[in-house]
């Protein structure tokens, strides 16, 4: 590589300041979760014998048939799908929007000053940033602003109907666990009516009565329902910043001046997160 080409790759790399991304833990999610847990357990333990609150039957029928029901409404691939993606609610990337665009304003201003082509040694630094690669990529090898748009808009698209499908999976999880309670607690009542004559019977089959509709509860409203809104909020954050690498991947293929597209930024950014790059 001649030493020319090797100084605009440093100008390069020098001039555009890699996107702040971090993978951190999402503490308020576990803190809550696991907070009210906790909770539940003291309340249990400082009442009595922890070991009453544990029935095998009820688990079983409300874990088990949740899980069932849930995959016959879905299927396999979309709860397989939707725990993958509940799992990056607990281990994400937090992004700033303010942060994403003043990032493309700087690449949108090297592609200005130097052309297109002198993003070419920085776009394999922006893998974590998958949607700004993709539109950089297509930039790189040719494709029109058009083109861009309309395939990077297709992919935002897939990107929330698979949010949207999983958010579907937690919400019908939190239906269904408190009607697999009621039944569970339907079960144990008919086997305690049923045996009344054996006062043996009468406490396993209460326990399953009333321990169902516990554990039916707290999938429901500790687990499933959190979870869906977490989601919610961090689908909503993803599109903003995908949003945001789709204009400014097409900006750049049309040849747009920055200025314009700090405009069109500010129209789709919180408030709060507004940017003044050229003022």
Known sequence: MSTEAET???????????PSVRSIVDIATLFGIIGAFALIVTAIVLGGSPYA???LPSICIVIGGTFGITVACYSFRDVGTAFRIVMSTVFYHTRSPSSAALHVLQLAQL???KGPLSMEPYVPRLMNEEMLHKGLKMLLDGSTGDEI???MQGEMQAAARRHTRTVGVLRKAAEISPAMGLIGTLVGLVQMLGNLSDPSTIGPSMAVALLTTFYGAVLANMVFSPLASKLERNSSEEALINQIHVMASTSIARHENPRRLEMLLNT???PDHRIEYFS
């Open 53 to 55: 609150f544990i029935d």
């Open 268 to 270: 789709i950014l919180p």
């Open 111 to 113: 592609a200005r000053r």
């Open 149 to 151: 748009e309309r395939i």
């Open 8 to 18: 605009e790759q440093q100008e390069a790399k020098e001039y555009v300041r890699a």
